[in-house]
């Protein structure tokens, strides 16, 4: 947030020259000074689709912005794209158009049949009843778990941890909110919890399921993006934060950009831009040093 008494703010961040949509997820870095000649208090390093979502926040909060980026065009979704970042960086004004399928996840198989996750939890059930009643009968249940964990990790994730050389009185009403969120998810979900985090996926479905290819549906996204295995350890946590603050649960939010990815960096460069913020692609960074133990990015070299 911007400092009190007046005090000068900026954050910026520069890419490697090119346009959205094209190319690898550039590095982000700034120069010694801001437009003012202050010393910039903030630098966004790699100003992809994550970097230009902090900037834009930045913009909204009063900060000068001036990312840079390159976006990559080729994705097959943008599901962990939070609703409230759509909602409160107002996406939708500046050309983003979402595509929510109502079927989440589709599993051919072998034989011909197919599993197909619906985004309603009871027609999937339905469903499932002519391969495992078993399956049928506890994918529901399993679903709403999901989805109440996940809402808790969601918070989690959003909440800011306390600073411990010197708490204040903000940190601790933030302890008691998620603690009071903890308390929330119930006596057994509570210890559901802290017992799956550490679990392997296919450990974890596979106390719900029998049918190996609705635990493969599911588990897939607690490996997605990762390099690990569906025996690895912690990739159950990687399950539940994937629904963390969107609409996931047991099949898993599946959301699309029309245009592809290049377009949701062009909506995000619109809403940095009416925040007050700029974008610089004509230069990159060559290098951050650390100094009194903080990071000083000032080798900034111009592309050509």
């Known amino acids: 947030m911007p400092a009190g008494n ?5 954050a910026a961040g520069v890419g490697e020259t090119g346009a959205a949509g ?5 590095a982000a870095g700034v120069g010694e000074t801001g437009a003012s000649g202050e010393p910039w208090d903030a630098v966004v390093v790699g100003a992809g689709h994550n970097g230009l979502v902090c900037a834009a926040y930045l913009a909204r909060a009063g900060w000068e912005i001036a990312p840079g980026f390159r976006a990559p065009a080729l994705a097959h ?4 794209l939070r609703p409230s970042v759509v909602r409160e960086l107002r ?10 399928p109502e079927i989440r996840a589709f599993v051919p198989g072998d034989d011909g049949s197919a599993i197909r996750l619906w985004a309603d939890a009871e027609r999937t059930a339905e469903e499932l009843r002519e391969r495992s009643v078993h399956d ?3 994918y ?6 999901t989805r109440a964990l996940g809402r808790f990790m969601g918070e989690l994730a959003t909440t800011v941890p306390p600073d411990i050389a ?5 940190d601790a009403l933030a302890g008691l909110r998620l603690g009071r969120s903890f308390r929330g998810l119930g006596r057994g979900d509570a210890r559901t919890l802290l017992r799956v985090l550490p679990m392997a996926v296919a450990d974890f479905v596979a106390e719900a399921f029998t049918d190996d290819g609705l635990r493969g549906a599911i588990a897939t996204r607690g490996v997605l993006l990762t390099a690990m295995g569906p025996w690895s350890a912690g990739t159950a946590g990687v399950l539940l934060a994937d629904g963390a603050g969107n609409d996931g649960g047991a099949a898993g939010q599946s959301v699309h950009v029309r245009g592809g990815p290049a377009a949701l960096a062009d909506a995000l ?6 925040s007050g913020g700029t974008i610089r692609t004509d230069a990159d960074v060559a290098s951050v040093l650390e100094r009194d133990g903080r990071a000083s990015p000032r080798s900034i070299r111009s592309a050509c």
């Open 6 to 10: 007046g005090a000068n703010r900026e």
């Open 22 to 26: 094209v190319g690898e997820t550039g």
């Open 77 to 80: 979704t943008v599901g962990r």
């Open 91 to 100: 996406l939708r004004d500046h050309g983003l158009s979402l595509v929510a």
């Open 136 to 138: 049928a009968e506890r």
């Open 140 to 145: 529901v249940a399993f679903d709403r778990l």
């Open 166 to 170: 010197a708490p204040s009185l903000g």
């Open 269 to 274: 460069g619109a809403a940095l831009r009416a």
